[in-house]
């Protein structure tokens, strides 16, 4: 897509936002293109969509930007207010809110959690919340990384602890994702592994071991 079609696509939906700062080459990502895939011409709510950096709209790799391109409508929620504010002077609609209890009085096609799970102290509240704003054949997309990721594992080898991200405060594979989800009357469906480095992608190791991350289908069940 010429950058002239992303930046009339941006102005259609009221967006201030440099099309130079969003290359073709954003969904060529693995956690963008999974995640577009089924917000295409949806109503989406992103959860986390600040992405910790009040400045990370600026990235072609931010992920509520190019859900925002693709979706029918987004709404964006974040706990970090200070963030909040700076994207709703960029123009985007979003809101500050807890991703452990919210309620908006609405529902949506896809609910978007990228890189969020593994924050939270509450996944219980997280998923309840999330369920009661999915529509019957709605999706949850989740991204979080992967916790048995051949650096992890070497890491696991050499130390007692494996050194993380400070504000994680779980680690989540896709067993015991799919067994958390259960729990609240939903299931797992597609599942993949992901890593935006090319050193990784080319290691001659099991996909469940090479890859930084993964990103997960949540649906509910009949």
């Known amino acids: 897509m010429s950058s002239k079609t992303i930046e009339r ?23 963008i293109a999974f995640v577009a895939r089924y917000c295409e011409g949806k109503d989406v709510l992103d959860i986390g969509c600040v992405q910790h ?19 029918k409508s987004v709404i964006g929620l974040d706990l970090h207010e200070e963030g909040v504010k700076v994207l709703q002077a960029q123009g985007f609609n979003v809101i500050a809110a807890d991703a452990e209890s919210f309620e908006l009085e609405r529902t949506f096609d896809v609910i978007v959690a990228g890189d969020i799970i593994e924050h939270l102290g509450n996944l219980n509240g997280f998923l309840m ?23 992890n594992i070497v890491k696991a080898a050499l130390s007692a602890e494996v050194s993380n991200n400070p504000e994680h405060v779980c680690w989540v594979c896709p067993r015991t994702l799919r067994q958390l989800v259960r729990r609240h009357g939903m299931d797992v469906g597609a599942i993949e592994f992901c890593s935006r480095f090319w050193r990784d992608r080319l290691m001659p190791l099991p996909r ?15």
């Open 53 to 71: 950096d009040p400045q990370s709209y600026k990235s072609r790799f931010w992920l509520h930007k190019a859900i925002a391109k693709v979706a």
């Open 9 to 31: 696509t941006l102005e259609g939906a009221g967006l201030k936002v440099n099309p130079r700062d969003f290359g073709d080459s954003a969904f060529d990502d693995h956690k």
């Open 129 to 151: 919340s999330c369920r009661s704003h999915l529509r019957p054949q709605g999706r949850l997309l989740v991204a979080t990384p992967n916790p048995w990721y051949w650096r």
């Open 208 to 222: 469940g071991w090479k890859h930084t991350s993964y990103n997960a289908e949540v649906f509910l069940k009949d």
